[in-house]
């Protein structure tokens, strides 16, 4: 129910206006005494107020002035006896939104303008209802990305921290790993785990999707990685720990998790004694290239097994590649065939072999310089955004090592 405020000494019109307001079902607040509007207003919900003026009465003008300046959004209907058109100016410049004459007054035309008056009060507060809920919305949307930020931030430093430093020397081979994800936290991953003095298992997997959820399954993934190396090493008698069962325990795990994503994903397991690459490909693309005596080339196996965690009766097999003394294992998640300068695939994997073959003939000398060549050849710094994650890693032996 709206309310109105009627200021004015004369009873018996106060009586004609509440009559008409009162079939409009307006509620009435009246008082003689105009000093008693302000505090009225304090206490009481004002819609509209009907104001009596008598010309010349300085402390009903000061009083009327207020009203218009301390609260502008009620509208202000004058009634009083206008001498001139000039006088119905100066309310008017006083804040009056709409002025009647006493003398002449039809209650049809000041019942049109109370309606219309308030319908217009209605709206502006329902406006403003409307912007105040939409400022606490913003604000609690606000304080829901600044959380998701911060947890985004400890998912990203949780994850940096289960992979290997971005550079490191084990087992007479350096390693070094650079990476770019589309969003905050990345659906790649890459790790390595010494076996032995001469054994380094290395992968590189690429979880469908993006983000957190992705991301998430990469914990999964080192997880079930670490825990079947480690019991491979618990037992004296096991015979040789090689990728193809790694992967196939690790896709049996995944079925039974049923998160309705897949890993593609590239393991080897580099053999120095042996000089020897043991490696299964489980759905990965493209293919690892290997470079040797100044050659560049994809070793062979591309579709050899299926991406892990989408059939249960997947297999995978092992396959083997001689490792020359100076050999270096370039391994690249799909992401890197997204920036690529080509439309078709085999167009985007001659290229990509070309700045690898580029990266090996250049003057560069550390595993870590020919990986930021390689990079620079991407203009992967240059992007600021990416579509795909991208990860590349470099597998090279250490020539200093005996």
Known sequence: ????????????????????????????????????????????????????????????????????????????????????????????????????????????????????????????????????????????????????RHDQQDGYRVQQSLMPPQYCQVNGLHIQRIMKSSLYLSGDFVDHICINPYQTLVYLADVSGHGSSSAFLTVLLKNITNRLVRQHMQQSNSPQLLPAKVLDQINCELMEFNQGKHITIFMGLVDLQQSRLHYCVGGHLPMPILSCRGDSYYLPGLGSSLPLGLFEDAIYSDLTANLE???????????????????????????????????????????????????????????DHVPDDIALLSIKRDSTDG
């Open 1 to 148: 129910m709206s309310h109105i405020l009627v200021v004015m000494s004369n009873s018996g019109f106060i009586q004609k206006v509440a009559d008409h307001c009162s079939r409009s079902e307006y509620q009435m607040h009246c008082t003689h005494d105009p000093l008693l509007a302000l505090k009225l207003i304090k206490t009481e919900p004002v819609h509209l107020i009907l104001f009596e003026y008598r010309n010349n009465d300085r402390a009903i003008t000061t009083l009327l002035q207020n009203l218009s300046d301390d609260y502008p959004q009620i509208p202000i209907i004058v009634l009083t006896q206008p001498k001139t058109p000039n006088d119905v100016l100066t309310l008017l410049r006083l804040g009056a939104t709409d002025v009647f004459d006493l003398s002449s007054i039809c209650f049809k035309d000041l019942e049109l303008s109370i309606e219309r008056q308030i319908k217009r009060v209605l709206l502006s507060q329902e406006n403003l209802d409307y912007r105040q809920q939409l400022e606490q919305a913003h604000q609690q949307v606000e304080a829901s990305l600044a959380e998701l």
């Open 325 to 383: 003394d100076d050999f270096n294992l370039i391994v690249c998640s799909d992401g890197v065939l997204e920036i690529l300068p080509h439309d078709k695939l085999p167009e985007k994997e001659l290229q990509l072999l070309k700045y690898v073959r580029q990266t090996q003939t250049s003057t560069t000398e550390t595993v870590s310089s020919q990986l930021h060549y390689l990079c620079n050849q991407l203009q992967l710094h240059q992007l």
